[in-house]
């Protein structure tokens, strides 16, 4: 299993804004796969009860960008309905 700390989604959301998307690319913006299945990774061991405390930190910094994409998202689709 291949360990993908936050930072790098952090930076991956980073790297997307600086290249400054259009309203539909934020929309459509979806995290590399590595960082999605990472994410399922410790949602699994979550709901099992097995996370270690440096994981906890990773999931919920996973769910903290993931609340801004979707704040962005809105804020996106808000100013194409202007």
């Given at each position: 299993m291949a360990f993908?700390?936050?930072?790098?989604?952090f930076d991956t959301i980073l790297d997307f804004l600086a290249s400054t998307p259009t309203p539909e690319q934020i929309i459509?913006?979806?995290p590399?796969?590595?960082?999605?299945?990472r994410l399922s990774e410790l949602l699994e061991k979550n709901r099992s009860g097995g996370l270690s405390t440096a994981e906890?930190?990773?999931l919920s910094e996973f769910q903290?960008?993931?609340r801004f994409m979707s704040r962005?998202?809105?804020k996106a689709r808000q100013k194409l309905a202007l």
């Open positions: 993908a700390p936050t930072d790098t989604l459509a913006y979806q590399p796969e590595g960082l999605q299945q906890q930190t990773e903290h960008l993931n962005l998202k809105l």
